[in-house]
Nanobody, 128 residues
Framework: EVQLVESGGDSVQAGGSLRLSCVAS????????IGWFRQAPGKEREAVSG????????YYEDSVKGRFTISKDNAKNTVWLQMNNLRPEDTAVYYC?????????????????????WGKGTLVTVSS
């Protein structure tokens, strides 16, 4: 059974930090790109960051560049999203997703349709 389990969401004040984790199971981790998406209330789900589990290449949405860092550990089938200097507009449910053969650099173009498996999400709330 394919599973993606997110954790690490919490409520923080603006300027704070959080580290989200995504643990994958049930598929060959190295064959998939892993992405983080978020959905704020009343908005569409958007790609935030992604990583190629083979070569480590990454993607970041413009508003999170320099603040968020994605990393992975293939031995643990785990991807992390370190989020620093959080802003109220980062408030959203954050989802981990896996896409077979996805080119992370165009994850924003592919959107949700490019991903094959999804976690249930973890809530991040940033207060001003």
């Amino acid at each position: 059974e394919v599973q993606l389990v997110e954790s690490g969401g919490d409520s923080v004040q603006a300027g704070g930090s959080l580290r989200l984790s995504c643990v994958a199971s049930g598929f060959t981790f190295e064959n998939y790109a892993i992405g983080w998406f978020r959905q704020a209330p009343g908005k569409e789900r958007e790609a935030v960051s992604g990583i190629n589990t083979n070569d480590g290449s990454t993607y970041y949405e413009d508003s999170v560049k320099g603040r968020f860092t994605i990393s992975k550990d293939n031995a643990k089938n785990t991807v992390w999203l370190q989020m620093n200097n959080l802003r109220p507009e980062d408030t959203a449910v954050y989802y981990c997703a896996a896409g077979l053969g996805v080119v992370v650099q165009i994850m924003d173009v592919l959107g949700e349709d490019g991903m094959d498996h999804w976690g249930k999400g973890t809530l991040v709330t940033v207060s001003s």
